[in-house]
């Protein structure tokens, strides 16, 4: 499963999109929405939606070592 490049969130592979630069990197993103983003050149650690996801993570993964 590819990793997207923006946000760090895993997907299947179907689903998503490629882009594959002139140096010849690819980067992978699970949305529009991450590659919108990035070509913005938004910082991926300031972005709320992504900051409030890895908050949710982080309650989840509490709960799951009780």
Not at 14 to 41: D, H, Q, W
Not at 48 to 57: A, L, P
Request: charged content about 35%; proline content about 3%; hydrophobic content about 25%.
């Amino acid at each position: 499963m590819p990793l997207c490049s923006f946000c760090r969130k895993q997907y299947e592979f179907p689903r998503g999109t490629t882009v594959i630069l002139k140096a010849g990197e690819a980067k992978f993103y699970c949305s529009s929405k991450c590659r919108k983003n990035s070509e913005m050149g938004r910082n991926n650690k300031k972005v709320k939606w992504i900051r409030k996801s890895d908050q949710v993570k982080a309650m989840h993964a509490k709960k799951k070592k009780k």
